[in-house]
């Protein structure tokens, strides 16, 4: 070492550098301790001197640095594009969970409203057939006495709760649903009325309205009718 310093062009030991000044300190230091422990240790056998021994010296020495791992480039691209994949793996997998859940609700609300459309349809095919049979049961021809129900608002100032009328004239309408002309005893009705809106009365005995000339009759309304029925005095068959 003093032959490397001398090669150097140093020979005084003040143009020693200073980091070269600090290990020889150290050095120093870590021989005086080994030196004490020597001495204090004279009277303890042999294993137990070599074993405080080396337990002083790895307190004092130096320890040399662990080498450091040098990782290519190459290696952390491989790294993190191994992690990149992982994550999106998983963010591949939690799309196709949510994908999978909703194509579940799609399909769960698409066969409730075909059950629910199946429902409806055979609903109205059934009100239908009804509506259907109600009106070719009960279809009528001119000279027929039928009734009208007067609703609980029409009857202010009327006391029978059906109007009596015969049928005098039969219009068929487009949708094969006939509409009928009705007159009463004192009147002819002005609106037309539907098959579903009619009683039946073939079974009672109005004489004076089978016998009655329409053609004389004036036209009234609905609720003019009911007024000059009641003020006829013809409420009871």
């Not at 109600?134 to 609703?151: A, P």
């Not at 029978?160 to 006939?178: F, G, T």
């Not at 002005?190 to 036209?219: A, E, G, M, Y």
Request: with cysteine; hydrophobic share 40%.
């Amino acid at each position: 070492m003093w032959q490397v310093l001398s090669d150097q062009g140093i020979l005084n030991e003040d143009e020693l550098p200073l980091d070269f000044i600090d290990l020889l300190n150290e050095c120093d230091n870590a021989t005086s301790v080994v030196e004490v422990a020597i001495s204090s240790d004279a009277t303890k056998s042999p294993a137990s001197q070599v074993q405080s021994l080396q337990t002083t010296a790895n307190l004092y020495l130096p320890t040399a640095p662990s080498p450091a791992v040098h990782i290519s480039p190459r290696t952390k691209k491989r790294r993190q594009a191994r992690l990149f994949s992982n994550d999106q793996v998983t963010y591949i997998d939690k799309d196709e969970a949510t994908d999978t859940e909703d194509a579940t609700l799609v399909t769960n609300h698409t066969q409730i409203r075909a059950e629910a459309e199946v429902s409806y349809m055979a609903n109205i095919a059934k009100r239908q057939k009804l509506f259907n049979h109600v009106v070719h049961q009960n279809e009528y021809k001119v000279g027929d006495l039928v009734g009208l129900k007067i609703d609980k608002v029409d009857r202010t100032n009327v006391t029978p709760r059906v109007l009596p009328c015969k049928i005098i004239s039969v219009q068929v309408a487009s949708n094969d649903m006939d509409t009928y002309q009705l007159c009463t005893t004192t009147a002819i009705l002005f609106s037309r009325f539907q098959v579903l809106d009619l009683l039946n009365l073939s079974k009672c005995n109005f004489r004076d309205l089978r016998d009655v000339d329409s053609t004389t009759l004036p036209t009234m309304t609905f609720i003019q009718a009911c007024k000059a029925y009641v003020s006829a005095g013809l409420i009871t068959p």
